[in-house]
């Protein structure tokens, strides 16, 4: 019975072409819109799920509250790490990783140099923390010695070719040797981090380092069987007993009544699994997405699916007038009505299979463009992995079972005597339900419209949005900290120009993620009360005539004033979160670079206006700018005309 049923099915689809070819066409591609945002969806949840031991492995987070200035950072202090792992008992593991910039990269005694953006430092345990295989290399030794490194394949293979490099030395910034210890499978796309050079923590003495200090992502392995909360329950005691003496250090005041003044200070973890999707706060080792992304994608699949069959309802009840008489017949030669009901599901079922098939080659060919598209690396196998290709079967069936059954039960409900004597002409045209189908229809579509049309005008505000310095005709030459001593003579030179109108150099840019805080005080005395910790960019006497950043009040960095060196300039936001009525010539404290703590003065001598340096997301934050200490960037500024020639 089951193959007489797709039999008429199947010779009722080849007797109407072209009604089949909209029907399939029409539910292939739902399906396939479906199946690569499901393979988007599956991939953003699936992230550091690689690692053998992910559901027992956090990052510890450090979150402050000073004055109503929010500090909440993915990073901690040097010394959490290896007291968690002595003290406390639930922990099995730690570690500690932290990004480390940008590093020039050449064999010994070769010519090519090559540059790695995503360099990393990381404990020698690296590799028995994380599920990351060695192809070349012992994972106990590889990062154990003092100046010994790592690559991914891919780096191993730009600079090694196919052979082994362990024990080889490769030269950094022209200065430092460093011993290639392995080389690692390049690390999977739906990893947290993705850096393609590894050193060894041991190589540089970081001293015994400082609670309140937050430099390095630190990561825990929590022992089988040990929730969460257990560890999370300890943090409180932990907090007063390492973080309380600093904080009466720094602040003369114990952590009671620091945290009666309404301040606050803790730690807390973050699940590794849920630091991809959950996780936006300072120090990220790279930027993260968000699980709201998963959400509305997750709507805009469902709601896909929902057109397809919808649109499958419609054409099938349009036809119902045409199918009337074949039902009026089929009852008078005996067909009962489950019979009927059966014979319109088959072929609902047969289109959905067809359109399964053809769903499934759009996958394939759109696939390279769809990774493109989302920054993806999804391979063909995930689509026919047996979990994911029984879910797509699954879904199939439901969707012909649903798309077919309104035209089902509908068609076969039919009288014969009314339908043979011609009563039945419009089908369900008028009806409610096929009228609420295509209100639902058109509501979707126009939903999603609407949903195109704001992202459109968010990317037009981004693009137009005045964010307070020139974008425009700005020249970046980057990681210029390379020439060393040689950069402003570099930057010298190459404003001889006749094309460029003015030059900068700094260790900090409106554009880079990466940024600098520090702690200062109104007063001398280190009042808790009237300090922050505020945003630190170092920059030279061109900095703001370059950018065309404005001044409010005062004056920018000059040589003609030799007491520049210990002095300031505030954006308005700072100004406003120190309560300054008139900042110009009052002083600002902060700490030293030495280890006596002692306290030095700096003099405001301007306000800048504010300007966005972070995402457009967040309201501009307080900024203290400084005169020198950077040279990881030049800036020129120049003339329209001839640009690629003064490129």
């Not at 119902?320 to 067909?335: D, F, I, L, Q």
């Not at 003065?601 to 700018?625: K, M, T, W």
């Not at 950077?630 to 003064?646: P, Y």
Request: charged residues 20%; contains cysteine.
């Amino acid at each position: 019975m089951l193959k007489n049923y797709f039999n008429v099915a199947l010779r009722n689809l080849l007797k109407h072409k072209f009604y089949s070819l909209l029907n399939v066409m029409g539910l292939s591609i739902g399906l396939a819109c479906f199946m690569l945002i499901s393979l988007f969806i599956k991939d953003e949840l699936g992230y550091d799920t690689f690692n053998e031991d992910y559901q027992r492995t956090y990052r510890v987070d450090f979150a402050a509250t000073l004055n109503g200035n929010d500090i909440i950072s993915a990073q901690t202090g040097i010394p959490v790490a290896s007291v968690l792992k002595a003290d406390y008992p639930q922990v099995d593991e730690t570690i500690r990783l932290r990004k480390y910039g940008t590093w020039f990269l050449k064999r010994k005694d070769a010519i090519e140099t090559f540059k790695e953006e995503n360099v990393l430092l990381a404990d020698s345990n690296f590799f028995k923390f994380f599920s990351v295989k060695l192809v070349y290399g012992n994972p106990e030794t590889a990062l154990k010695k003092p100046k010994s490194l790592v690559l991914d394949l891919d780096t191993s293979r730009k600079i090694f070719g196919d052979i082994d490099p362990v024990g080889q030395v490769l030269v950094l910034d022209n200065s430092t040797d460093y011993e290639v210890g392995g080389v690692y499978e390049n690390l999977p796309q739906n990893s947290h981090f993705h850096q393609n050079v590894i050193l060894s923590m041991h190589s540089l003495d970081w001293g015994p380092g400082n609670w309140l200090s937050t430099n390095f992502n630190t990561y825990v392995k929590l022992k089988e069987g040990v929730p969460q909360i257990e560890l999370e329950s300890q943090f409180p005691e932990m907090t007063e007993t390492y973080c309380g003496p600093l904080i009466e250090q720094f602040l003369n005041m114990n952590l009671t009544e620091f945290r009666e003044s309404g301040n606050a200070l803790g730690f807390s973890l973050t699940p590794i699994t849920d630091i991809h999707l959950y996780s936006d706060k300072e120090d990220e080792l790279e930027a993260n997405s968000d699980i709201k992304y998963v959400y509305i994608f997750s709507a805009i699949a469902l709601f896909i699916l929902a057109l397809a069959c919808i649109n499958f309802m419609n054409l099938s009840t349009a036809r119902s007038s045409n199918r009337a008489k074949e039902v009026g017949v089929r009852k008078v030669m005996g067909a009962f009505r489950n019979q009927l009901i059966y014979q319109f599901l088959s072929e609902a079922i047969l289109i959905s299979l067809i359109s399964f098939v053809v769903a499934y080659s759009l996958v394939l060919a759109a696939l390279p463009g769809f990774n493109l598209i989302a920054s993806k690396e999804l391979s063909y196998l995930v689509i026919f992995e047996p979990g994911y290709l029984l879910a797509m079967i699954g879904i199939m069936l439901v969707v012909g079972l649903l798309a077919g059954s309104y035209p089902a039960f509908y068609l076969s409900m039919f009288k014969p005597v009314e339908v043979l004597k011609g009563k039945i002409r419009q089908g369900v045209k008028s009806g409610p339900v096929r009228s609420t189908l295509v209100v639902f229809q058109f509501s979707i579509s126009i939903i999603m419209i609407i949903g195109t049309a704001i992202v459109f005008d968010q990317l037009s505000f981004i693009q137009n949005k005045k964010l307070g310095y020139d974008k425009d005709q700005i020249l970046m030459v980057n990681d210029t900290f390379i020439l060393g001593d040689q950069v402003q003579s570099f930057k010298e030179e190459a404003s001889r120009n006749a094309n460029i109108v003015s030059s900068t150099v700094a260790g900090f840019t409106p554009t880079s993620s990466y940024g600098n805080t520090d702690m200062y005080f109104k007063n001398a005395s280190a009042a808790a009360d009237e300090s922050l910790v505020l945003n630190e960019a170092r920059v030279d006497y061109n900095f703001l005539s370059t950018l065309g950043i404005g001044i409010k009040e005062g004056r920018a960095f000059s040589k003609d004033f030799s007491s520049d060196s210990s002095a300031v300039l505030l954006n308005e936001s700072a100004v406003a979160q120190f309560g300054y009525e008139n900042p110009l010539g009052s002083m600002l404290y902060t700490y030293g670079d030495g280890e006596d703590n002692s306290v030095v003065a700096l003099r405001i001598v301007g306000v800048v206006e504010d300007f966005h340096f972070q995402s457009l997301r967040n309201n501009i934050s307080p900024l203290v700018i400084k005169l020198g200490g950077g040279s990881g960037t030049a800036m020129f500024k120049i003339q329209m005309a001839n640009t690629e020639e003064t490129i």
